[in-house]
């Protein structure tokens, strides 16, 4: 068993979360609420991580981002950040390939809440961020559940990104999905299997994990 890359993944796949989720719920918000010109070509782009090939991605990313780019050098030069073959790299591109995980699903969720409730809400003199705290956020709940989950456990499985942005770096960009892949090309089946099946109880419980608390909130009695 590798710990040292189900740990790095782990630390990936948390602090994407940390970072994508109040930025999923506010670009989720701002979406189901907002008519503007250009909606459709940003929801296409938030959706594109989604179509793509991920080594395709990465690959893109790797070339923008990058030493030899503009901005990977101004990066290296004024601020001594590498974001090529490096954990932030690996967070950059992780946090780019997870922003449809994160936004589709709390866009969604804002869009189903009755407007009513909100009208009764500006009527009874709330403000707009009690408005949100009050009103929104309990009702949006389970969908941000959803998509942190899926957010989380995607990111535990990340493979084509991770492995063209990051390379192969051990403690520093080998994840367990790149671990599971050595494993396999040694022809060690045996730790393959075990790294393998040790994702595959994480993501389990942590899907069930959603959906038993999310439909426990869909059950809670309202007062």
Same mark, same amino acid.
């Given at each position: !068993?590798?710990?040292?890359?189900?740990?790095?993944?782990? +630390?990936?796949?948390?602090?994407?979360?940390?970072?994508?989720?109040?930025?999923?719920?506010?670009?989720?918000? !701002?979406?189901?609420?907002?008519?503007?010109?250009? +909606?459709?070509?940003?929801?296409?782009?938030?959706?594109?991580?989604?179509?793509?090939?991920?080594?395709?991605?990465g690959?893109?990313?790797?070339?923008?981002?990058?030493?030899?780019?503009?901005?990977?050098s101004?990066? +290296?030069?004024?601020l001594?950040?590498?974001?090529?073959?490096?954990?932030?790299?690996?967070?950059?591109?992780? $946090?780019?390939?997870?922003?449809?995980?994160?936004?589709?699903?709390?866009?969604?969720?804002?869009?189903?809440?009755?407007?009513?409730?909100?009208?009764?809400?500006?009527?009874?003199?709330?403000?707009?961020?009690?408005?949100?705290?009050?009103?929104e956020?309990?009702?949006?709940?389970?969908?941000?559940?959803?998509?942190?989950?899926?957010?989380?456990?995607?990111?535990?499985?990340?493979?084509g990104?991770?492995? $063209? !942005?990051?390379?192969?770096?051990?403690?520093?960009? +080998?994840?367990?999905?790149?671990?599971?892949?050595?494993?396999?090309?040694?022809?060690?089946?045996?730790?393959?299997?075990? $790294?393998?099946?040790?994702?595959?109880?994480?993501?389990?419980?942590?899907?069930?994990?959603?959906?038993?608390?999310?439909?426990?909130? $869909?059950?809670?009695?309202?007062?």
């Open positions: !068993m590798d710990w040292q890359a189900l740990g790095l993944s782990l +630390k990936l796949a948390g602090l994407t979360l940390l970072i994508l989720l109040p930025l999923g719920i506010w670009v989720g918000r !701002m979406l189901a609420y907002s008519n503007f010109s250009g +909606k459709s070509f940003v929801e296409a782009l938030i959706v594109l991580p989604l179509v793509l090939p991920p080594t395709v991605l690959y893109y990313l790797l070339v923008s981002l990058g030493g030899d780019s503009g901005l990977g101004w990066l +290296k030069e004024v001594g950040i590498q974001l090529s073959f490096s954990f932030m790299g690996l967070l950059v591109a992780s $946090m780019i390939f997870n922003i449809p995980f994160i936004v589709q699903p709390t866009q969604r969720a804002f869009e189903n809440i009755p407007k009513q409730l909100i009208d009764a809400g500006a009527v009874s003199g709330l403000s707009s961020w009690q408005t949100f705290c009050c009103i956020l309990p009702l949006v709940w389970p969908g941000v559940l959803s998509a942190a989950v899926l957010t989380f456990v995607h990111t535990l499985g990340e493979f990104v991770v492995l $063209m !942005m990051g390379g192969n770096i051990p403690g520093e960009t +080998k994840t367990i999905a790149i671990s599971i892949y050595d494993r396999v090309q040694a022809f060690d089946f045996e730790s393959a299997d075990r $790294m393998s099946l040790l994702l595959l109880l994480l993501s389990l419980s942590a899907v069930a994990v959603s959906f038993f608390s999310a439909a426990k909130i $869909m059950r809670k009695p309202k007062r």
